[in-house]
């Protein structure tokens, strides 16, 4: 399989009214986060079920890809990634993170980090024996980088299935201070995915930093808690 045989059958699955609403779904307005991006009209099952015949396609290939303004192309370019770091591949794994990290600033929409950053940055992550190479997470949590940013507390959800919490905490700690909505919302579900296999560790830092965190972040991180408790955290009476 080809890269225009790719773009050819992604063409064909175009649909011209979803992607009017997928423009408007993913804030491509001027001064909006998705600004210039174009889209196909593609729903990610059929983008997941297309991936699939073309998993053989080089970084190469997906580097043109990514390098495209049409979010299609760059979501079906991360599964196909995603696909080759999960499954059997004869490129080591490190170059897939490399090729990853590289492109940072080219995942640039929620959908496209939430898709890949675990899967990739993170499974990696997790299973190097070099722990320093976890800094690069903390780098992208102090980028100007919006995607940076979400891509720094996204990866950590593999650090979490695996009951590892500690970087998850640390870098929700830079973000606090953010103040975008995506990175609220994206701080508050991996602290409440903590919370679902920890509640007594993500209770722990909520109480230290609950007053000072925007509401969304808060909102999020408690989704799962009683009525109650969730009700005195956001009253502020704990």
């Known amino acids: 399989m080809s890269l225009s045989k790719l773009k050819k059958e992604l063409k064909q699955n175009a649909d011209q009214e979803k992607a009017k609403n997928h ?22 099952p059929t983008k997941r079920k297309i991936a699939k015949k073309y998993t053989d396609l080089s970084l190469c290939d997906l ?8 979010h299609d192309y760059k979501l079906i370019a991360l599964i196909i990634l995603v696909n080759k770091n999960c499954g059997r591949s004869d490129r080591p794994q490190k170059d897939i993170f490399d090729f990853y990290i590289k492109n940072s600033k080219k995942i640039n929409n929620w959908d496209l980090v939430d898709i890949s950053a675990p899967h990739i940055i993170g499974k990696y992550l997790c299973r190097t024996s070099d722990v320093r190479q976890r800094e690069i997470l ?24 695996e009951n590892q919490f500690a970087d998850t905490l640390k870098i929700s700690e830079i973000l606090l201070d953010d103040n975008h909505d995506l990175i609220h919302k994206a701080v508050g579900w991996m602290l409440r995915e903590v919370g679902n296999r920890d509640r007594n560790i993500e209770e722990e830092f909520l109480k230290k930093h609950c007053k000072k965190m ?25």
């Open 214 to 238: 925007p509401r969304t972040m808060l909102r999020y991180a408690i989704e799962k808690f009683p009525e109650k408790l969730r009700k005195s955290y956001l009253s502020g009476n704990i």
């Open 138 to 161: 903390y780098e992208f949590a102090r980028s100007e980088n919006l995607w940076e940013k979400r891509i720094s507390i996204i990866s950590t959800f593999a650090f979490i299935r």
């Open 63 to 70: 580097q043109d890809l990514l390098d495209s303004n049409i």
């Open 23 to 44: 423009l408007r779904f993913f804030k491509t307005g001027k001064g909006e986060y998705g600004e210039g991006q174009k889209f196909l009209g593609i729903d990610t």
